[in-house]
């Protein structure tokens, strides 16, 4: 089955209101063209700024977190009706930094995934191993059990919506990448686990990218896998001509 790629720019911690406006003006004309879809996860700061400057272009805006109560005493957080107030679209949940950060855990990311979803957001839930995890042979227990406890509740129709992101953490912000074949692998786990909740045909309709050191040099190897979607972009994303370069793979 042909899935349409999904390219999605991870801005993290970067980025003033000033700088989005300079990024996104460079971006704009960059991935135009883009033959997948595209997304932008800006800082909270940036969000309004953001949706208001992609208006009428192939780029979407979404959140790098949320919570998952609709309001309450959680300082410093930002729920669902906020971020759709904006105009956001995507939120970014369980990414390994939250885990590792501000104690994330897979039942956390269930409640975030079932918020978002229950809402109208589309969640690009992430998964990976650690170094040591890879190096212990769990790595497809471990993916497994995140991707099984991420969908704990959701219907058929609701998981079709779902953008799941393989991310293993030894490969994120080092420069290290898994090799096509490691990270299509992981990708297969995580499709035939869904395929086994649900069925084969919800599992094909699944997009999976890989995230990790994905960069307009090794783009085109990870993205030509028959297991791996597209790519959730770190540090490559806040250059316009790298993020195009990704979003314009034709494979």
Same mark, same amino acid.
């Given at each position: 089955?042909?899935?349409? %790629?999904? #390219?999605?720019?991870?801005?993290?911690?970067?980025?003033?209101?000033?700088?989005?406006?300079?990024?996104?003006?460079? =971006?704009?004309?960059?991935?135009?063209?883009?033959?997948?879809?595209?997304?932008?996860?800006?800082?909270?700061?940036?969000?309004? =700024?953001? !949706?208001?400057?992609?208006?009428?272009?192939?780029?979407? !805006?979404?959140?790098?977190?949320?919570?998952?109560?609709?309001?309450? /005493?959680?300082?410093?957080?930002?729920?669902?009706?906020?971020?759709?107030?904006?105009?956001?679209?995507?939120? &970014?949940?369980?990414?390994?930094?939250? *885990?590792?950060?501000?104690?994330?855990?897979?039942?956390?990311?269930?409640?975030?995934?079932?918020?978002?979803?229950?809402?109208?957001?589309?969640? #690009?839930?992430?998964?990976?191993?650690?170094?040591?995890?890879?190096?212990? +042979? &769990?790595?497809?227990?471990? !993916?497994?059990?995140? !991707?099984?406890?991420?969908?704990?509740?959701?219907?058929?129709?609701?998981?079709?919506?779902?953008? #799941?992101?393989?991310?293993?953490?030894?490969?994120?912000?080092?420069?290290?990448? /898994?090799?096509?074949?490691?990270?299509?692998?992981?990708?297969?786990? &995580? *499709?035939?686990?869904?395929?086994?909740?649900?069925?084969?045909?919800?599992?094909?309709?699944? *997009?999976?990218?890989?995230?990790?050191?994905?960069?307009?040099?090794?783009?085109?190897?990870?993205?030509?896998?028959?297991?791996?979607?597209?790519?959730? &972009?770190?540090?490559?994303?806040? %250059? /316009? +001509?790298?993020?195009?370069? #990704?979003?314009?793979?034709?494979?």
């Amino acid at each position: 089955m042909s899935r349409k %790629k999904v #390219i999605a720019g991870n801005w993290k911690m970067n980025k003033t209101p000033e700088e989005t406006r300079q990024l996104i003006s460079e =971006l704009i004309g960059a991935v135009k063209d883009a033959k997948s879809d595209v997304i932008i996860c800006t800082p909270y700061t940036s969000l309004a =700024l953001a !949706v208001e400057l992609t208006q009428n272009t192939n780029i979407v !805006v979404g959140a790098q977190n949320m919570h998952y109560e609709q309001s309450g /005493a959680f300082t410093g957080e930002v729920s669902a009706d906020m971020l759709l107030g904006l105009g956001v679209k995507y939120v &970014i949940v369980g990414h390994s930094e939250r *885990r590792q950060y501000f104690g994330e855990t897979d039942e956390t990311v269930n409640k975030k995934v079932t918020t978002a979803l229950s809402k109208g957001l589309v969640p #690009i839930v992430c998964c990976g191993e650690s170094l040591q995890q890879r190096e212990q +042979g &769990i790595t497809e227990e471990l !993916v497994r059990s995140q !991707v099984i406890i991420a969908c704990n509740g959701i219907s058929k129709e609701d998981v079709k919506k779902i953008i #799941i992101a393989y991310e293993p953490i030894w490969a994120i912000g080092t420069g290290k990448t /898994a090799t096509e074949q490691q990270a299509n692998d992981v990708c297969k786990v &995580i *499709r035939t686990v869904i395929g086994e909740l649900y069925d084969s045909e919800t599992a094909d309709l699944v *997009r999976i990218q890989y995230g990790g050191s994905m960069n307009a040099k090794n783009a085109a190897q990870l993205l030509s896998m028959p297991d791996i979607d597209g790519g959730l &972009i770190g540090g490559a994303s806040l %250059k /316009a +001509g790298d993020f195009s370069v #990704i979003t314009n793979f034709n494979g």
